[in-house]
Nanobody, 124 residues
């Protein structure tokens, strides 16, 4: 098991940027693939981005490709989500999730560890 804490959310104007962080407890963080999901008001949870254990593999939702970048620093037990060119549709609670499975996964059932989420609000 690993405990995850998200940070870096906040209020930003459309076109702006934010960087989210997901920090994990424990010494085995490098054995977990990590993903970001989000849930917008009135909508289902959706996949945003994922990164493999060593950071060599990544995957993105079509809606964020070219704007968001996921990366990780295993020495700091942290995964980042750099979000650029934010728009109103990016407003959501963002969650990070960790999976002990090998590879990069987009389905939420692959992830057994979830953080509490951080709010991102994009204003016009």
């Amino acid at each position: 098991q690993v405990q995850l804490v998200e940070s870096g959310g906040g209020l930003v104007q459309a076109g702006g940027s934010l960087r989210l962080s997901c920090t994990a407890s424990g010494r085995t963080f490098s054995t977990y693939a990590v993903a970001w999901y989000r849930r917008a008001p009135g909508k289902e949870r959706e996949f945003v981005a994922a990164v493999s254990r060593n950071g060599g593999g990544t995957d993105y939702a079509d809606s964020v490709k070219g704007r968001f970048t996921i990366s990780r620093d295993n020495a700091k037990n942290t995964v980042y989500l750099q979000m650029n060119s934010l728009n109103l549709e990016d407003t959501a609670i963002y969650y990070c999730a960790a999976s002990g499975a090998v590879g990069v996964w987009t389905i939420p059932t692959a992830y057994g560890n979830w953080g509490q989420g951080t709010q991102v609000t994009v204003s016009s």
